[in-house]
């Protein structure tokens, strides 16, 4: 691995930068080999941090250290094959790789590739990304400066700074159409212009990273393997609004994140690239992390500020928004922590180049994470407006063992099922919308045939339920009463009119709760009941307790 | 001659024009006109924190129902403040909250002075469709002179904010979260042991339910007196 001292180095200039660019290139050709390993989360809970100690003593016990450089990196994407290990030059990757491994791995340096370890490049799962956010994911060192730097990273800071006004660089983001990718898809370029044009001395740039949906993790995997990613679009996003100080909100049960980024800001501390006079101009901006503690409702933006303001953290009543009225009662930027990855690719390619990439209302990619009844579980980059059947049957490489599709979750508790009928449709903004889901953070669970969707909607009822912040009436009664209406559909002693109430409660919270979480609540009741109602009206008993027809044989 | 910002708005809410100060809430100008928006968690003198969501009003071409109590008047807007829709909704919060605590006013020293039941009888909320939660939540007789039952707390926050933000004490706060959440003072304290609460009684006084009352008082009996907390706002207003 790098050595820690080795990444405090000096750039104040763009000269500092290639410089830095080139020697760690240099530093890299000296090795013929490299063998890199994830240590992303997916990765390290299948050990593969032992069988990166095991490389390296390995290496050391054959004195290859001159020759061989085994490196930590970042999140290769397919989890369910962890832990991964690619080396290269020749780019050869293994799967499900064991410390009993190792000795063949480094055997085969000579001998030619491990094949019963090899897993193959040239499959859909790898072929059919786009990679943007995750560009370096799996391929940098993520606590090595240098490497990001090398990778072309800072560089899209040093020109804004040296080349822009603050008002070029909001029409860059403006133009590219990037929208905020923490769930709600508001335009980026939007909040930034309100944010710059608030009048005030003191204004604040907040990286929303709580990432709360149940599993999700495609925020963790850019701060554990891109760190200086997030850091550069903050410093950016702090330019162009006019903000000298940022916040990188992340929740606690992400040791592995907070433990990188706090490195890597010291490392551009260091560097100059954060602090008083940023590559020496007259930029001042510093960067600190405050740890939540995993409450869902703590990623609502007004609950994140209070809880950084050190209160209890409870939404409160927008307007007046952050962008008005935000930490501390400054004007604030909050966007999450992809939005912020997805800043440096557009300033250093231009706006054209992103807006040609995704549909016509959103633009660039998206980071999914995919789960449940899927064969390859992990984390995607795709572009917007591919279909969701490309991303199951194809990337995703359909179901295991044969099994039928029947839905995809998306969005989370706050999100709905897309049936099979709507497996064609491109996946942007606007589509799952209009079919009642939400595209969310990034979430994306298959299910099979064998799921019951009532006990589906019961359980992102519970979570929405356990996490309510209790402040207001319909969403903390009403989860409540929600999630007990669905367990007696569940157990087949509700009625038609028990059924009824769960649908006026489900427009109630809709319509009246403060936040999002309340208001969204219902929404997989609301998307399960569209599309597979039979299977909640053939549970029913009728109106005085006694059992239906059943329906069919089941 | 420059242009000179208007800061007098007029609108209309249930059809009548109105004029307003842009400082102005609907509520406020819907109350000025003799409109009654039914309302909980607001209480003139405190802050808003828009949480009961009884005061939600339709706003002409918006999407979302908004709170009276947070939303400032803006020129031309049209509010309707009681359509079918919303006694509807108001009817079912209500509803929601006789079925999470214990509402069982005939044993009640509030009884006959509760703001909950008052709105329930105004607003038509004359049964619940839903099953009771029956949380388990303290009754603490500890303080000298009053009692907390929060199972008959609607988590208004009224105690909360009238403790920190005119008493100064911040005895109360809320604990917990979700259905879980509950009023408790101190770090959790009984209230006897406080070593804050200045036994003033606003909170009591504030309360719109039986949660917090008097000791030594019958069913029915527990009269509230808000009105210390105008003169108080006023006072501070003029020294100000
Ligand atoms: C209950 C709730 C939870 C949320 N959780 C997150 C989260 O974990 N991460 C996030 O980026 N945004 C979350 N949001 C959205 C934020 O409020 C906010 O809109 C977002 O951070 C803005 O960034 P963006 O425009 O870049 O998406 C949540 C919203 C709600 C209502
Ligand atoms: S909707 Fe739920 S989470 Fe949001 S403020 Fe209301 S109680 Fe809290
Ligand atoms: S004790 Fe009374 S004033 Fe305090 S939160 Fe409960 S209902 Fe409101
Ligand atoms: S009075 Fe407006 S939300 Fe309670």
Not at chain 1, 103 to 131: C, H, M, T, W, Y
Not at chain 2, 101 to 111: K, P, Y
Request: charged content about 25%; aromatic content about 6%.
């Amino acid at each position: 691995m790098v050595k820690k001292t080795s990444q405090r180095i000096s750039v104040a200039s763009l000269d500092d930068l290639v410089n830095v660019a080139g020697a760690s290139q240099e530093q890299e050709q000296q090795y013929r080999y490299h063998i890199c390993i994830c240590v992303a989360a997916g990765c390290i809970s299948q050990n593969s941090d032992a069988v990166r100690d095991a490389l390296i003593a390995e290496v050391e016990a054959r004195g290859l250290e001159d020759e061989v450089q085994v490196k930590g990196v970042g999140c290769m994407g397919l989890c369910a094959a962890g832990p991964l290990v690619r080396v290269d030059p020749d780019g050869i990757v293994y799967q499900s790789v064991t410390v009993d491994d190792v000795p063949a791995i480094l055997d085969s340096l000579e001998n030619g590739p491990v094949e019963k370890l090899i897993l193959p490049q040239d499959i859909p799962f790898f072929e059919r990304q786009q990679k943007i956010v995750l560009e370096n994911c799996g391929i940098i060192d993520p606590e090595a400066i240098t490497e990001y730097i090398a990778a072309g990273g800072y560089l899209a800071l040093h020109k804004a700074l040296t080349e822009m006004t603050p008002s070029e660089v909001i029409d860059v983001v403006t133009r590219s159409g990037l929208r905020g990718r923490g769930g709600g898809g508001y335009p980026a370029g939007l909040k930034w212009v309100t944010v710059a044009k608030a009048e005030s001395e003191t204004k604040y740039v907040i990286c929303n990273a709580d990432e709360g949906d149940p599993g999700a993790f495609m925020d963790r995997s850019v701060l554990e393997s891109d760190p200086h990613r997030v850091i550069e679009g903050m410093a950016i996003a702090g330019y162009a609004v006019g903000a000298n100080k940022g916040y990188i909100y992340v929740r606690a049960e992400y040791p592995l994140a907070v433990e990188r980024l706090e490195l890597a800001i010291k490392q551009a501390r260091w560097a100059g690239i954060l602090g008083n006079g940023v590559f020496s101009t007259t930029f001042d901006f510093a960067i600190e992390v405050r740890l939540g503690a995993g409450a869902f409702v703590c990623g609502e933006e007004t609950a994140l500020i209070a809880s950084i303001e050190g209160r209890r953290g409870v939404p409160r009543p927008r307007p007046p928004y952050p962008a008005d009225y935000g930490l501390w009662g400054q004007p604030t930027l909050i966007n999450n922590v992809e939005t912020f990855a997805n800043v440096a690719p557009i300033i250093r390619n231009g706006s054209d180049w992103f807006a040609e990439i995704g549909t016509e209302k959103s633009k660039g990619t998206k980071v999914f994470a995919l789960a449940g009844q899927i064969v390859n579980t992990g984390l995607i980059e795709v572009p917007m407006g591919i279909t969701l059947r490309e991303i199951v049957f194809d990337i995703g490489g359909g179901l295991p063992d044969g099994r039928n599709y029947k839905a995809v979750q998306t969005g989370g508790p706050s999100g709905g099922c897309v049936p099979e009928q709507f497996l064609d449709m491109p996946v942007d903004y606007e589509s799952l919308r209009e079919v009642g889901s939400f595209m969310g953070s990034g979430g994306m669970i298959v299910m099979d045939d064998s799921s019951s969707m009532v006990e589906v909607a019961r359980y992102f009822m519970e979570f929405s339920m356990t996490e309510s912040c209790g402040k207001c009436i319909p969403c903390r009664t009403g989860t409540r009463q929600m999630y007990d209406l669905l367990s007696k559909v569940v157990a087949g002693e509700a009625s038609q009119s028990e059924l009824n109430l769960l649908v006026e409660l489900g427009d109630l919270l809709q319509n009246t709760c403060l936040c999002g979480l309340g208001k969204a609540a219902p929404n997989p009741v609301v998307s399960t009941m569209q599309y597979f109602e039979d299977e909640y009206l053939e549970r029913l008993v009728d109106d005085n307790g006694s059992a239906d027809e059943p329906a069919g044989e089941s | 001659m420059a242009v000179v910002r208007s800061r007098i708005k007029t609108l209309k809410i249930d059809g009548q024009d109105v004029g307003a100060h842009e400082d102005e809430t609907i509520l406020e100008v819907a109350r000025e006109n003799g409109i009654m928006i039914p309302t909980l968690c607001q209480l003139d003198g405190l802050s808003l924190v828009g949480a009961c969501r009884l005061c939600l009003v339709e706003v002409v071409g918006w999407r979302n129902l908004v709170p009276a109590c947070t939303t400032y008047v803006e020129e031309g807007m049209e509010v309707i403040t009681n359509s079918e829709r919303l006694q509807k909704y108001r009817r079912m919060i209500i509803e929601l909250l006789f079925a999470e605590g214990n509402h069982v006013c005939a044993v009640c020293v509030s009884n006959g002075n509760c703001e909950l039941q008052w709105k329930a009888q105004k607003l038509g909320m004359d049964h619940v469709r839903f099953t009771n939660q029956n949380p388990d939540r303290r009754v603490d007789m500890t303080h000298e002179h009053f009692v907390v039952d929060a199972n008959r707390c609607i988590l208004c926050t009224r105690c909360v904010r009238v403790c920190d933000e005119i008493e100064g004490a911040h005895t109360w706060d809320i604990f917990g979260r979700g259905e879980n959440s509950t009023i408790i003072s101190d770090f959790n304290l009984p209230w006897g042991e406080s070593p804050t609460c200045s036994s003033c009684g606003k909170c009591v006084n504030v309360c719109p339910t039986g949660a917090l009352v008097e000791k030594g008082k019958a069913a029915g009996e527990m009269i509230k007196r808000t009105e210390f907390l105008a003169y108080l706002t006023k006072m501070r207003e003029v020294k100000k």
